[in-house]
């Protein structure tokens, strides 16, 4: 299940994201890199992050198994927790961030994607515009700048078919 990001997610949606970054990326980044990067948020960055943007969690036997958030016309988070990884969430994540992009009336979406994260939004259809190496917690990180076009919902007609 895939619902919007409440408050009370943010100690597990915090603890997804650390393991997602320590397990599933490394090998990717030097692991200084990986620690860094997996200790530079915080609880209570994730509750302002879930406050400020349009989040939501995958939900599986009541464990928060995953996170996505959309800030603007960004893809700005997408975790999942390792052992759920492969099982389909991040594209139902993916989904519900698109389905809430289109309600905005977006017709575009970006991300930095991590290295780990390239080929799964190569996978939702996003393209590559670029690579380029961005500092985050005393450390530089290679990323891909992605884009991605999405049509916005056909309008519903009032009319009765004819």
Aim: hydrophobic share 40%; charged share 25%; glycine share 10%.
């Amino acid at each position: 299940m895939v619902r919007r990001a409440a408050s009370e997610d943010a100690p597990a949606v915090h603890l997804v994201r650390q393991r997602a970054i320590r397990e599933s990326a490394a090998g990717l980044y030097e692991p200084a890199g990986i620690e860094a990067w997996a200790a530079g948020g915080s609880e209570q960055a994730v509750r302002r992050k879930i406050a400020g943007t349009a989040g939501f969690v995958a939900v599986v036997d009541g464990d928060v198994v995953g996170w996505a958030a959309l800030d603007g016309a960004e893809v700005d988070q997408l975790y999942v927790r390792p052992d759920n990884g492969g099982a389909g969430v991040a594209r139902r994540l993916y989904e519900a961030l698109e389905a809430h992009a289109r309600g905005q009336g977006l017709t575009r979406l970006t991300a930095v994607a991590s290295l780990r994260a390239r080929p799964v939004f190569l996978s939702f259809g996003f393209t590559e515009v670029g690579r380029a190496r961005r500092s985050f917690n005393g450390h530089t990180y290679e990323v891909s700048d992605m884009s991605r076009c999405i049509r916005a919902p056909a309008p519903r007609s009032s009319r009765p078919p004819s």
